[in-house]
């Protein structure tokens, strides 16, 4: 899907869609503040997430967090009183030294604890992170497994994908760790408002005031980076696309060959060179206003020192009071701060959370229950009037396509690139629906089959197969989920697919591991590796109806000869659908029809389409001649 061109604006628009959500209406303060708590409702979810990954650490997680924003507020109290003994004690109080030692100890147990609860945090947050990542990277994959064909090649939806999958594997944890800290934060907070007041009922007031301002600048910072985040996610793809044609194994070949590596580089920095200036302008606006605004917390603080000094002169207040009201007001300032930053950083969460939520929440196709069998077993396939458009496509896939495929039946399909004739094939699968006609099997629309039981029915390699980094068994073996680990298929596949002398050259067989990704892997040559998916397209053997886009693209002329002898056999009572370029191959179909620009332009066997002299004939004769 095309995307228009960008501008970006200096602070960097988001997308229409996040812009609807998350983007407040310039010169409305009600509505910015609204926009800012609502964003806040995915804490729910996210504190849902946690709780799902480990109830017990979390439990614990929170009753730490309660002590340990309990302890300052004690500690502080404890040392105004501990200030006080030690001076009745040097005026020789009777009975002040030991109660000055009894507040020592008592001062100890405290600190003791905090440090204690400090680990604990410490190491509960450390499994939970773990445990929390791989949870939530388990949900965005349980999902993009349930995504469509359709979906997958939606730039939207991979974009979306691609931010879900950026940070959420830390921000759940972080928006729990924040709520805690906010937590924390706010019963120490109390606790030590609670003493602030016994000096004046006007310090815990002014104290607010002095940290609001940077507390509505760093939200408004880090909502516009997010807007950043989002609004380049097309770049950050194309990124990760360069360092992988960079640095993989299967690019590695052309990139050198080709001497492409200096350009792809090249292009690598000018993306970054290109987003860089938001970020930078960002950071500085960030750490400016940060500072200028941070100047009211320390005149605040040295304000509230100055009058404790006075009332401590004027003998209003002892010493042990004025140390513990500077110390309570230095403390509720750290803890105010934090609380704040804390809610700072939950927005901040929140809204990259909403990337991890607007993907899980996009809306997926339901897995179709549907019959298991048609009414009609002897009909075979029928397309009937089979129209297809890919999205924003100017002029269809398919086009009027009217075809019968009967049982045991044998059928070549032929045409240039781009005729859609693997179109046609993914439309067979059930991969996509037709834009309007129908696609029957065995007298049944296959909208109306259950999408399992079709899937049995049909056993197909495409042109771009999968080679993936296992074992040879497990290549294999991936063709029938059912059968994934039974080593007798396996071995019935590969011979049927002829990769068993292929498999017999390896050194542990169907267990040696295939591609060059891991230590100890083996690479094929595309010849072998085509055999090996052949095997794969075999695994079914239920499956009445077998397609081979291009299946013998990389043999060799006697492997594709044996291929398909072997494939007529196999075949016999099944329906069988091959698409080739190689002539050699698709004279041995009962039926043969030409596609071009979507349309069949002709049908009929070998010998009734040479005779016929139309295009067919004429790319025979072409593709004869150069074996001349």
Same mark, same amino acid.
């Given at each position: 899907?095309?995307?228009?061109?960008?501008?970006?604006?200096?602070?960097?628009?988001?997308? @229409?869609?996040?812009?609807?959500?998350?983007?407040?209406?310039?010169?409305?303060?009600?509505?910015?503040?609204?926009? !800012?708590?609502?964003?806040?409702?995915?804490?729910?979810?996210?504190?849902?997430?946690?709780?799902?990954?480990?109830?017990?650490?979390?439990?614990?997680?929170?009753?730490?967090?309660?002590?340990?924003?309990?302890?300052?507020?004690?500690?502080?109290?404890?040392?105004?009183?501990?200030?006080?003994?030690?001076?009745?004690?040097?005026?020789?109080?009777?009975? @002040?030294?030991?109660?000055?030692?009894?507040?020592?100890?008592?001062?100890?147990?405290?600190?003791?604890?905090?440090?204690?609860?400090?680990?604990?945090?410490?190491?509960?947050?450390?499994?939970?992170?773990?445990?929390?990542?791989?949870?939530?990277?388990?949900?965005?994959?349980?999902?993009?497994?349930?995504?469509?064909?359709?979906?997958?090649?939606?730039?939207?939806?991979?974009?979306?994908?691609?931010?879900?999958?950026?940070?959420?594997?830390?921000?759940?944890?972080?928006?729990?760790?924040?709520? /805690?800290?906010?937590?924390?934060?706010?019963?120490?907070?109390?606790?030590?408002?609670?003493?602030?007041?016994?000096?004046?009922?006007?310090?815990?007031?002014?104290?607010?005031?002095?940290?609001?301002?940077?507390?509505? @600048?760093?939200?408004?910072?880090?909502?516009?980076?997010?807007?950043?985040?989002?609004?380049?996610?097309?770049?950050?793809? +194309?990124?990760?696309?360069?360092?992988?044609?960079?640095?993989? +194994?299967?690019?590695?070949?052309?990139?050198?060959?080709?001497?492409?590596?200096?350009?792809?580089?090249?292009?690598?920095?000018?993306?970054?060179?290109?987003?860089?200036?938001?970020?930078?302008?960002?950071?500085?606006?960030?750490?400016?206003?940060? /500072?200028?605004?941070?100047?009211?917390?320390?005149?605040?603080?040295?304000?509230?020192? =100055?009058?404790?000094?006075?009332?401590?002169?004027?003998?209003?207040?002892?010493?042990?009071?004025?140390?513990?009201?500077?110390?309570?007001?230095?403390?509720?300032?750290? *803890?105010?701060?934090?609380?704040?930053?804390?809610?700072?950083?939950?927005?901040?969460?929140?809204?990259? =959370?909403?990337?991890? !939520?607007?993907?899980?929440?996009?809306?997926?196709?339901?897995?179709?229950?549907?019959?298991?069998?048609?009414?009609?077993?002897?009909?075979?396939?029928?397309?009937?009037?089979?129209?297809?458009?890919?999205?924003?496509?100017?002029?269809?896939?398919?086009?009027?396509?009217?075809?019968?495929?009967?049982?045991?039946?044998?059928?070549?399909?032929?045409?240039?690139?781009?005729?859609?004739?693997?179109?046609?094939?993914?439309?067979?699968?059930? =991969?996509?629906?037709?834009?309007?006609?129908?696609?029957?099997?065995?007298?049944?629309?296959?909208?109306?089959?259950?999408?399992?039981?079709?899937?049995?029915?049909?056993?197909?390699?495409?042109?771009?197969?999968?080679?993936?980094?296992?074992?040879?068994?497990?290549?294999?073996? *991936?063709?029938?989920?059912?059968?994934?680990?039974?080593?007798?298929?396996?071995?019935?596949?590969?011979?049927?697919?002829?990769?068993?002398?292929?498999?017999?050259?390896?050194?542990?067989?169907?267990?040696?591991?295939?591609?060059?990704?891991?230590?100890?892997?083996?690479?094929?040559?595309?010849?072998?590796?085509?055999?090996?998916?052949?095997?794969?397209?075999?695994?079914?053997?239920?499956?009445?109806?077998?397609?081979?886009?291009?299946?013998?693209?990389?043999?060799?002329? +006697?492997?594709?000869?044996?291929?398909?002898?072997?494939?007529? +056999?196999?075949?016999?009572?099944?329906?069988?659908?091959?698409?080739?370029?190689?002539?050699?191959?698709?004279?041995?179909?009962?039926?043969?029809?030409?596609?071009?620009?979507?349309?069949?332009?002709?049908?009929?066997?070998?010998?009734?389409?040479?005779?016929?002299?139309?295009? !067919?004939?004429?790319?025979?004769?072409?593709?004869?001649?150069? !074996?001349?």
């Amino acid at each position: 899907m095309a995307r228009p061109n960008r501008e970006p604006p200096p602070a960097a628009e988001p997308s @229409a869609r996040a812009q609807k959500s998350a983007d407040p209406q310039p010169g409305a303060p009600s509505r910015r503040i609204r926009d !800012y708590l609502g964003v806040l409702g995915y804490s729910r979810r996210g504190l849902s997430l946690v709780w799902t990954a480990n109830p017990k650490l979390t439990l614990g997680l929170a009753l730490c967090t309660v002590i340990a924003g309990l302890v300052p507020g004690a500690i502080a109290w404890v040392g105004k009183h501990l200030l006080d003994a030690v001076l009745f004690a040097s005026r020789g109080a009777l009975g @002040a030294r030991a109660s000055a030692e009894r507040w020592v100890l008592i001062e100890l147990a405290l600190v003791l604890t905090m440090a204690a609860v400090a680990k604990a945090l410490t190491l509960q947050r450390a499994l939970l992170r773990q445990q929390l990542g791989q949870r939530i990277n388990v949900v965005i994959l349980e999902k993009a497994l349930r995504l469509s064909l359709r979906q997958f090649e939606d730039s939207e939806v991979y974009d979306q994908m691609t931010r879900a999958r950026r940070e959420a594997s830390v921000r759940p944890l972080s928006l729990v760790s924040q709520t /805690f800290e906010l937590l924390q934060q706010t019963l120490t907070l109390l606790g030590l408002a609670s003493l602030l007041v016994g000096f004046s009922l006007w310090l815990f007031p002014a104290l607010i005031a002095a940290a609001i301002p940077l507390f509505i @600048a760093e939200i408004a910072f880090s909502t516009e980076a997010w807007k950043l985040s989002r609004w380049r996610t097309p770049e950050s793809r +194309e990124q990760m696309y360069l360092e992988t044609v960079i640095a993989r +194994e299967d690019h590695a070949k052309e990139v050198k060959l080709f001497d492409l590596g200096p350009r792809l580089l090249e292009r690598y920095r000018a993306i970054f060179e290109r987003t860089y200036p938001a970020d930078r302008s960002l950071a500085i606006r960030r750490a400016l206003w940060g /500072f200028l605004l941070g100047l009211l917390g320390t005149a605040a603080f040295y304000g509230t020192y =100055l009058w404790l000094v006075r009332a401590a002169v004027a003998a209003t207040i002892t010493i042990g009071a004025m140390t513990m009201y500077a110390v309570a007001f230095k403390q509720a300032q750290s *803890a105010l701060s934090s609380a704040l930053a804390a809610i700072g950083a939950m927005v901040e969460d929140n809204l990259y =959370l909403s990337n991890l !939520y607007e993907f899980l929440d996009t809306n997926i196709e339901p897995e179709r229950k549907g019959s298991t069998k048609g009414p009609t077993p002897d009909d075979g396939i029928r397309f009937e009037d089979v129209t297809f458009s890919y999205p924003d496509a100017k002029e269809p896939a398919l086009a009027a396509v009217d075809l019968h495929i009967k049982p045991g039946s044998k059928l070549a399909i032929v045409g240039e690139n781009g005729s859609g004739k693997t179109t046609l094939i993914k439309l067979l699968c059930g =991969l996509y629906q037709p834009t309007s006609g129908r696609i029957t099997l065995d007298g049944l629309d296959l909208r109306e089959w259950d999408e399992r039981a079709l899937r049995q029915r049909v056993g197909v390699i495409f042109q771009d197969f999968v080679r993936y980094q296992l074992t040879v068994g497990e290549n294999i073996g *991936a063709g029938d989920e059912r059968a994934y680990d039974d080593r007798d298929r396996w071995k019935s596949a590969a011979e049927k697919g002829l990769a068993q002398p292929v498999i017999d050259a390896l050194p542990d067989g169907f267990d040696t591991r295939l591609g060059r990704w891991f230590k100890g892997g083996r690479e094929l040559s595309l010849g072998q590796w085509q055999k090996v998916a052949l095997a794969r397209s075999f695994m079914r053997d239920e499956a009445d109806v077998l397609v081979l886009d291009e299946p013998t693209a990389s043999m060799d002329a +006697e492997a594709e000869v044996r291929i398909f002898e072997r494939f007529r +056999e196999s075949t016999e009572r099944k329906i069988a659908i091959v698409i080739s370029h190689r002539f050699s191959t698709v004279r041995m179909a009962d039926e043969i029809i030409v596609l071009d620009h979507g349309k069949v332009t002709e049908r009929g066997t070998h010998a009734s389409l040479l005779a016929h002299g139309g295009r !067919y004939a004429t790319l025979f004769k072409l593709q004869a001649a150069g !074996y001349r």
